[in-house]
């Protein structure tokens, strides 16, 4: 638990190379129906409206629009370089060593930056052929994660990204990446699926007894894209015990779920293009939940993936089949 009430919009948590990292970020993931100029408008919003942290990945397919935005703020003066923090996530399909630099470019290349803030492994395992598309397969790849580390460690000493992380790893995963033999950084984080249904407790004291940083996505239930998410699953905004505590403190369910998140010590990420809400979701740090609330909330817990990626199930590396 952190002293909460000294949170700001401005926090940075500590990583152990020596790099901050903002408290909160801007997701910025669609699903491919939303035109990719609106998350190109969204961030420059959000940049305005005192954003620093920008979450994104090459899968997403929208680095030259977000890349646009980060550069116009800048060239506004708005922003220096060295205020945003971007983070960018390796794809399945570029795990193997000799692919490894490669992806990183693309993604330097298409956001016309030179360098990254955090570069993170976006699943753990490898895939040779990644269709999001449900009549073309995903074929699996069988590239150790570790071989690709080598590359991420090379790519943060040639000064292309500052630090490197890991994302969707479970405990066993991590364990195995933080005993390689000649391991010269540790991850700086592990980005996971964290929110009042899937509150991930056991992985986090895990990360913090090693310094790996826990960053939070779908904190606030998802995009519920029909892509990656079932949309039987309940909709976590509309949960009744969440809707009373939010009551409480004349907040909105988004914003308790968020300031849960950042009461437990993890950074979080939530994703809107929407001007109101984005402004909604900078504003967590004027309140602090108490601890019978953190308590209600915490028992919301029922290890809900809303995003299971389960195509993968029976891929060597699925990271869901431990608790953690
Ligand atoms: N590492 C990974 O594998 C991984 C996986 C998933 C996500 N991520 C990252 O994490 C980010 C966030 O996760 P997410 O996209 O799953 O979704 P999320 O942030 O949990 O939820 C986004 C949804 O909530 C809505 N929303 C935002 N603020 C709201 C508010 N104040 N009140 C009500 N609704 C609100 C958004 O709508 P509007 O846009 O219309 O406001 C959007 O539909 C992603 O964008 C991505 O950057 C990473």
């Known amino acids: ?8 919009k401005d926090t940075r948590i500590a990583l152990n190379d020596g790099n901050t990292i903002p408290i909160i970020g801007l997701g910025t993931y669609a699903s491919p129906d939303v035109p990719k100029s609106l998350g190109e ?34 060239a506004d003066g708005t922003v220096k370089r060295e205020d945003i923090f971007y983070t960018g996530k390796l794809w399945c399909t570029f795990f193997s060593p000799e692919l490894v630099r490669k992806g990183l470019e693309k993604s330097l290349q298409d ?36 071989a690709t580390w080598e590359v991420l460690e090379a790519c943060k000493d040639a000064g292309l990204v500052k630090s490197i992380g890991v994302s969707n790893f ?29 509150s991930q407790s056991k992985l986090q004291a895990y990360c913090n ?37 939010a009551a409480k403190y004349n907040r909105s369910p988004a914003e308790v779920a968020m300031r849960f998140i950042l009461q437990k010590g993890i950074v ?12 909604q979701n900078l504003g967590v740090f004027d309140f602090e939940l108490k601890p019978e609330d953190m308590k209600t909330l915490e028992d919301l817990d029922k290890n809900l993936h809303y995003g299971p990626f389960k195509e993968m199930k029976q891929h060597p590396e699925y990271p869901f089949h431990d608790e953690y």
């Open 1 to 8: 638990m952190t002293d909460s009430m000294a949170l700001t």
């Open 41 to 74: 408008e969204a961030t420059k919003i959000a940049i305005d409206l005192g954003y620093r942290h920008i979450d994104c990945a090459y899968i997403y397919g929208n680095e030259v629009q977000i890349g646009n935005a980060i550069r116009e703020k800048i």
């Open 111 to 146: 956001l016309q930056l030179d360098y990254l803030d955090l570069f993170i492994m976006h699943w753990p395992f490898s895939l040779k052929v990644c269709e999001i598309n449900p009549d073309k397969p995903f074929v699996y790849d069988d590239v150790d994660f570790c």
């Open 170 to 198: 479970n405990r066993k995963q991590l364990e195995r990446l933080l005993s390689k033999p000649g391991l010269k950084y540790k991850p700086v984080c592990n980005q996971v699926e964290c929110h009042v249904y899937l």
């Open 209 to 245: 007894s090693n310094d790996i940083v826990l960053v939070a996505y779908s904190v606030l239930g998802s995009h519920r894209d029909k892509n990656w998410v079932d949309l039987t699953t309940p909709v976590l905004l509309e949960d009744l015990v969440l809707a009373n505590v």
């Open 268 to 279: 979080v990420l939530a994703k809107s293009f929407t001007v109101a809400r984005l402004k």
